[in-house]
């Protein structure tokens, strides 16, 4: 399970490095905007699905993955976000 989430990071931060031409996940990581109003779609539909309950691991996936290329396109690290959340436990 957690090898298919590091698996989308480790594919962030190779497509940043070395861009594939007409790669939609290159288009987010540098596209910001576009970063930003795909994970905003995203969360809204997973919502929706949640609410109709239809396609909710469809959208749940989407919202994993938009996310990942939003934090990665914004310099926002997994490892940060891992460090911050064990420092959360109580």
């Known amino acids: ?3 298919t989430l590091e ?3 480790n594919l962030a931060r190779e ?3 070395s861009p594939i031409d007409d790669s939609y996940t290159n288009k987010l990581l540098s596209d910001k905007s576009l ?3 795909k994970v905003l779609e995203e969360i809204n539909e997973l919502i929706e699905a ?3 309950d239809s396609n909710k691991i469809h959208e749940a996936a989407d919202v994993f993955y938009h996310l990942i290329m939003y ?3 914004n310099d926002i690290k997994v490892e940060d976000i891992m460090n911050e959340l064990n420092k959360r436990k109580k």
Do not use: G, I, Q
């Open 1 to 3: 399970m957690l090898n």
């Open 7 to 9: 698996s989308l990071f």
């Open 15 to 17: 497509r940043k490095k």
């Open 35 to 37: 970063s930003k109003k």
């Open 50 to 52: 949640v609410d109709n």
């Open 71 to 73: 934090l990665e396109a």
